[in-house]
């Protein structure tokens, strides 16, 4: 079973459309090209309420990762931290080490009271450092589920992420990696496959196959994505071949044509 | 109290970050400006149990509006319908509205069972007209809560989006929409004006402030968003016109400047 993990991104910047979910969607990249399973994205508001709730339905799932985006900073508005506390039930506790970050990242001695608030973190957590930013991630576990919460700034969420997160990825994915390919069915619809489908899916449970119908120009066709987790690209083949061919074969035999595809 | 909606966007490839989640956004911008609060963005993937479960669990917070796309279509990891019938203790039933339409975009007289498969609709279900593909919509009531599952090809959710949904929109928004003022300011950072933001907040709590750090060429400055309620232009402006002289007043004295500012 391949490692599970959930993500939340905080903001309502995302629940009113203004701004693209950009970090749920580079953070599931990631983690699904490692070889780890995305169970989950959860959007929800700058509200301590909605986060607390979001992370303890994630929790109760028991994935092995949670990954949080926003709500870290200075403002009145930043409650992430607090939000873990109460859904872990533990109190926020200032955290020495995250104070000294904060401290050297603004070069100052004495921090006001908003800049010290971001490092309150939840008792036992341990921060994560910023290269590019202020403020601090959160990394915390419970329950064999580890947390951890990244700034919802792209860029400094991206930085600490290969400096946090991958690391950890790699030891969850134990060696395994998602191989993918792509076809284009032309000649054939989504309901003349579904049966061929169903057939190669229960044949072949280790590899994964998905229609996606397309139109351009007026012309309708299927883009068609298998992929398969494997520890090399070797592997990966040899589990993919038969299912190639027998969708090849069974596209044909319906009149269709199937052929590779590269997406840019 | 403004309306709300959850959304539900479904599919493996929002979830392996192949597919950016276009659908969600551009459904949460629409309900956003028609003055409705998007409370909860879910992505699942193609699966019964998550499915049901994020049904589920947005019925149980009893928004008027839950919004759902993609797994509609004709192939077997097309489940949404089975999903909504079991969160809502429903049967399946053959639609025979849905059959007929589905009959006509095929411009076919008998359906195989992988196309009759989209008729079988949840018990007291409407299916939705898609103008534009094979798969109708599904609309239900269920406990106060409206319940309608979209496609996930964008296209075809769009334009069923602006038939089925917007004049529901309309109803459920009692006149209001959302008015939006940007502004830039520079020369302070978040940790200097969030005392001012926790102030103007608590003074207006009708109007909604939120800060954004950027960094262009190395210099930092900050995006501020101004939003509020109101059934008119006047109306907004007359809310929003205090908060922005306070804001600007009080970004100046802290030696900051604060300027009106047009986003893409």
């Given at each position: 079973?391949?490692?599970?993990?959930?993500?939340?991104?905080?903001?309502?910047?995302?629940?009113?459309?203004?701004?693209?979910?950009?970090?749920?969607?580079?953070?599931?990249?990631?983690?699904?090209?490692?070889?780890?399973?995305?169970?989950?994205?959860?959007?929800?508001?700058?509200?301590?309420?909605?986060?607390?709730?979001?992370?303890?339905?994630?929790?109760?799932?028991?994935?092995?990762?949670?990954?949080?985006?926003?709500?870290?900073?200075?403002?009145?508005?930043?409650?992430?931290?607090?939000?873990?506390?109460?859904?872990?039930?533990?109190?926020?506790?200032?955290?020495?080490?995250?104070?000294?970050?904060?401290?050297?990242?603004?070069?100052?001695?004495?921090?006001?009271?908003?800049?010290?608030?971001?490092?309150?973190?939840?008792?036992?957590?341990?921060?994560?450092?910023?290269?590019?930013?202020?403020?601090?991630?959160?990394?915390?576990?419970?329950?064999?589920?580890?947390?951890?919460?990244?700034?919802?700034?792209?860029?400094?969420?991206?930085?600490?992420?290969?400096?946090?997160?991958?690391?950890?990825?790699?030891?969850?994915?134990?060696?395994?990696?998602?191989?993918?390919?792509?076809?284009?069915?032309?000649g054939v619809r989504e309901a003349d496959i579904a049966d061929l489908l169903e057939e190669v899916a229960h044949k072949h449970p280790g590899v994964y196959v998905k229609t996606h119908p397309k139109v351009e120009e007026g012309r309708t066709y299927l883009e068609v994505y298998v992929s398969t987790m494997a520890s090399s690209s070797s592997e990966a083949r040899q589990k993919m071949e038969k299912v190639i061919h027998e969708l090849s074969e069974g596209i044909s035999s319906r009149g269709g044509s199937f052929?590779?595809?590269?997406?840019?």
């Amino acid at each position: 079973m391949p490692a599970s993990v959930e993500i939340i991104n905080t903001g309502n910047e995302l629940l009113d459309g203004r701004t693209f979910n950009t970090n749920g969607q580079w953070m599931a990249r990631r983690c699904s090209s490692k070889g780890l399973t995305v169970k989950r994205i959860t959007v929800v508001g700058d509200s301590l309420e909605d986060i607390c709730a979001a992370i303890r339905e994630a929790l109760s799932r028991k994935p092995d990762l949670i990954l949080i985006t926003g709500g870290l900073g200075p403002t009145p508005d930043d409650m992430t931290a607090k939000a873990m506390a109460r859904a872990l039930g533990r109190k926020l506790e200032l955290n020495e080490e995250a104070l000294k970050m904060i401290k050297r990242a603004y070069g100052l001695e004495e921090l006001g009271s908003s800049r010290e608030k971001m490092a309150w973190l939840p008792e036992g957590a341990r921060p994560l450092r910023n290269p590019v930013g202020m403020a601090p991630g959160i990394m915390v576990e419970q329950e064999g589920t580890v947390i951890i919460a990244l700034p919802g700034v792209p860029r400094e969420m991206e930085a600490m992420f290969k400096e946090h997160v991958e690391p950890l990825l790699d030891q969850l994915s134990a060696g395994l990696a998602r191989f993918e390919a792509y076809f284009l069915a032309y000649g054939v619809r989504e309901a003349d496959i579904a049966d061929l489908l169903e057939e190669v899916a229960h044949k072949h449970p280790g590899v994964y196959v998905k229609t996606h119908p397309k139109v351009e120009e007026g012309r309708t066709y299927l883009e068609v994505y298998v992929s398969t987790m494997a520890s090399s690209s070797s592997e990966a083949r040899q589990k993919m071949e038969k299912v190639i061919h027998e969708l090849s074969e069974g596209i044909s035999s319906r009149g269709g044509s199937f052929k590779p595809f590269r997406p840019e």
